[in-house]
């Protein structure tokens, strides 16, 4: 379940970045870097915001972890200079973050 967690997490921050929550699509179809596009609807990118909201109101450097990897799509270096910690401070939290937003997203 982690690593669909992973990749829902991935389509959110495309879909963060690329429209936002005031956009009011049904769906968005995103094409990243990669060549390869992927459609996420609004209901489904709700629901992990929902979840990251709640990560960032309860531990909020772990919400700022999250931000920083799936939206800004920055890598442990730049997150660790942002939150002034090592890059495997960063990968522990980061990974700490993604199965805190699993377990709310299936508990």
Known sequence: MLEETRQRLQRWGSW?????LSMGYA?????????GGCAVS??????????VADLKAREPQLGKVVLAYYVRRW?????????????????VLLRSAEAW???????
């Open 101 to 107: 937003v699993d377990g709310r997203l299936h508990g």
């Open 42 to 51: 609004d209901e489904e990118a709700r629901v992990i915001e929902d979840a």
């Open 16 to 20: 963060s970045r690329n429209s936002g």
């Open 75 to 91: 890598d442990y270096s730049m997150i660790g200079i942002e939150v002034k910690m090592s890059r495997e401070k960063v990968r």
């Open 27 to 35: 769906a968005v179809n995103l094409t990243g870097s990669t060549g």
